[in-house]
């Protein structure tokens, strides 16, 4: 697996969508199943809009949690808009 480039503008790939948030969490439906997302993983995705770049949302990510470690994050986000992208979740 490729890191993303910290250019790339991921978004959710085709077939893939929210369903209704339902309390504190959210489900996303994908052609193979759902997963339901909470914490950061949820604040990943959900700045997965084709706007922002890796890079955006990383800054937007250590803004949120100013106490973490930068380099923490951004090997985080990478991570996991990687596994994403491998299971056709996320367009990079």
């Known amino acids: 697996m490729a890191k993303p480039e ?10 893939c969508r929210w369903a209704e ?10 052609p193979e199943g759902a997963i339901r997302l909470r914490g950061t993983g949820r604040d990943i995705l959900e700045r997965c809009d084709g706007r922002r770049t890796v890079q955006q ?3 937007e990510l250590h803004h949120q949690y100013k106490v973490a470690n930068p380099a923490r994050i951004e090997d985080e986000v990478s991570s996991f808009l990687e596994q994403l992208h491998v299971k056709r979740i996320v367009d990079l």
């Open 6 to 15: 910290s250019t790339s503008r991921p978004r959710l790939a085709a077939g």
């Open 57 to 59: 949302i990383i800054d």
């Open 21 to 30: 948030p339902t309390g504190l969490e959210r489900m996303l439906l994908y």
